[in-house]
């Protein structure tokens, strides 16, 4: 059932395509509820676990990389009948994904996808100040950016490359569509002085909360077309 709904959400052939970018973990085999979160962890399934939550939905899986938690998540979701449903690549190439989520949540119109196609480009209906755009992400991020660069110069178009935008290669194809702002979730010294360099402003906020709302509209997606409870988010460090 559940990849019945992954085929109508992201396409059959992008799946087929891509099966190291999402998957399903099912041991409980009758849902009621639903929450989500943009890492799975052990403390989200333990989140979990006291909210009642049967199904965690989240954009990055217990990688390979991260070795021996891995281990520990896998272990934790079959021992306490939770299904894990995850969506990484295919996530962040929806319509309703991280970056165009983001985007429509602080008020942005769709005016492009980039390159690399998990990117945007959307335009307010009118310039405001970068302060303007500062307070709507913190509000809607729940944390303040971590690093910035004020350009000095107000704002209309949003680039954004959620999560991992760190590298200059990300803002430079967004500044072909005269952006006047890019955010994203990570950064180095590059890509700050990329920006100071195009004169254009950097918000970096998290990496899990830049993808926290594209997150949330694939979890209510999930439990809109099997009919469970959204119980909301489980959780997630603000790195």
Known sequence: ??????????????????????????????????????????????????????VIV?????????????????????????THVWAHLPLDLAEFGTSATLLSKIGCVPVAVLKHAEGRVGELPGSVPLTAVRERLTALLSEEPCREHDANRPVRRVGTVT?????????????QYDIDLYVTGETNLYLLEYGKH??????????????????RAFAERIAGAIGLELKGHLGDSHF
């Not at 989240?58 to 009948?81: C, G, I, P, T």
């Not at 195009?198 to 997150?215: A, I, Q």
């Open 1 to 54: 059932m559940i990849r019945d709904i992954l085929n109508d959400l992201f396409g059959r052939e992008l799946l087929d395509a891509h099966p190291d970018e999402w998957g399903i973990g099912a041991y409980c085999h009758h849902p009621s509820t639903v929450g989500y979160a943009t890492t799975i962890t052990q403390e989200t399934i333990r989140a979990a676990v006291d909210r009642n939550v049967d």
């Open 58 to 82: 989240s954009h990055h899986d217990a990688w390979d990389f991260m070795f021996e938690q891995r281990e520990e998540v896998q272990s934790l979701l079959k021992e306490n009948r939770l």
């Open 163 to 175: 999560g991992a935008g760190i590298y200059t290669t990300r803002l430079r194809d967004a500044l």
């Open 198 to 215: 195009r004169k254009v402003n950097v918000l970096v906020f998290s990496h899990n909360y830049t993808e926290l709302p594209g997150v």
